[in-house]
């Protein structure tokens, strides 16, 4: 089985991870390494929006619907105090398995979108439950 990318769409609930990103402090313009908590990496699926940046036609969806908690880490960049975007997007992040996962240090950044990045220094942990 091939590592698929891992993709946010419409049905991903963002807004859950945006919510958690204000209880935290971000806001506009920041960037962080950060612990997503209880994410959830679904089955591989059809493509069937656009998704910027992906050219794939088989893909992961990641769902923010179950996540617990955001803890940051470093402040990579500080923020200048405006509202965070609503719009969310994943690179980075390839995988063969579906499931809760955590997702240790990643790279956050919150201008014109947020981007979470899977880059090396960040460790995907499947959860058991």
Same mark, same amino acid.
């Not at 402040?75 to 509202?83: C, I, K, L, T």
């Given at each position: 089985m091939r590592k698929r990318t891992v993709v946010v769409l419409s049905s991903s609930q963002p807004e859950v991870l945006t919510n958690y990103m204000e209880?935290?402090?971000?806001?506009?313009?920041? /960037?962080?390494? @950060?612990?997503?908590?209880?994410?959830?990496? $679904? +089955?591989?699926?059809? %493509?069937?929006?656009? !998704?910027?940046?992906v050219t794939a036609q088989k893909v992961k969806q990641i769902f923010f619907c179950?996540? /617990?908690?955001? @803890?940051?880490?470093?402040?990579?960049?500080? $923020? +200048?105090?405006?509202? %965070?975007?609503?719009? !969310?997007?994943?690179?980075?992040?390839?995988?063969?398995?579906?499931?809760?996962?955590n997702l240790i240090n990643a790279l956050i950044t919150s201008n014109g979108k947020v981007t979470v990045t899977a880059d090396a220094k960040t460790e995907v942990v499947y959860n058991n439950s």
């Open positions: 209880e935290a402090g971000m806001t506009h313009n920041q /960037t962080v390494r @950060a612990d997503i908590e209880n994410a959830r990496i $679904g +089955d591989t699926i059809n %493509l069937s929006e656009q !998704v910027e940046g179950g996540v /617990t908690n955001l @803890a940051i880490r470093t402040v990579e960049q500080v $923020g +200048d105090n405006a509202a %965070l975007p609503s719009e !969310v997007a994943v690179t980075g992040l390839k995988t063969r398995k579906t499931g809760h996962v």
